[in-house]
């Protein structure tokens, strides 16, 4: 499939599939705070593994690491001479908090305004969908190689924080694509292509023993 040809049109093609697939994401409450049922976190895991099977991600399996929800990690392997792309999300959200604050029921997908509302919608389920979408869109055959890398625990913070780097094999990649951030305005969509990082620094100073006159001293 030449995937020049008429992309817009495929995709346009696929979108009612691809909103159907967010509705159903959107409406379980994949929490994966304490306290908060795991099989919820199950279930968003097998949709989201599914789908991507659908989608021609053939190798799937599960990295189960201890504390922390299921990582769906799936391949497509590069064709010859192609680079290999990562593709990164996450399947859970965070807590709805009081939801007579909602202007829409958090866990019911409502569209308005050609925006699909409910908690976790855009972080990032919808981030996910873009993926299942773009991966459809290529017949399931995409041009370059595809790691799929999905995690169920980034609201709360897991072992992923240390895990890629500990395991870098299972990251190796030409580009990693970490779609989990909003785009700058609704309608438009955006690539970051560097963030700031964090540094931390110890600054030590010394002084003198008690505080003294800056004219007389
Ligand atoms: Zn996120």
Redesign the pocket.
């Known amino acids: 499939m030449d995937l020049r040809q008429d992309l817009g049109g495929t995709v346009d093609g696929l979108m009612p599939e691809l909103k159907a697939i967010l509705g159903q994401l959107v409406s379980i409450p994949s929490i994966a705070f304490p306290d908060y049922p795991k099989a919820n976190v199950r279930r968003a895991h097998d949709l989201v593994a599914e789908e991507l099977r659908k989608s021609g991600v053939g190798e799937i399996r599960v990295l189960d690491l201890p504390g922390t929800s299921p990582v769906i990690y799936g391949r497509i392997p590069a064709p010859e001479g192609a680079p290999t792309a990562l593709l990164y999300g996450?399947y859970d959200v965070q807590p709805s908090g009081d939801e007579s604050l909602w202007h829409t029921p958090p866990f019911t997908p409502t569209e308005q305004d050609g925006a699909i509302y409910g908690r976790g919608a855009a972080?990032?389920k919808a981030n996910v969908v873009a993926h299942i979408g773009a991966l459809r869109a290529s017949g399931g055959k995409p041009p370059v190689g595809v790691t799929v890398v999905i995690e169920g625990q980034?609201?709360y913070g897991s072992v992923f924080d240390d895990y890629p780097a500990e395991h870098p094999e299972l990251f190796q990649a030409d580009a990693l694509l970490i779609c989990?951030?909003g785009n700058i305005r609704a309608g438009q969509p955006t690539l970051v292509t560097a963030l700031r990082g964090v540094a931390d620094v110890f600054v030590e100073v010394r002084t003198l023993a008690a505080p003294v006159h800056s004219g007389q001293w």
């Open positions: 996450h972080d990032c980034e609201e989990d951030a």
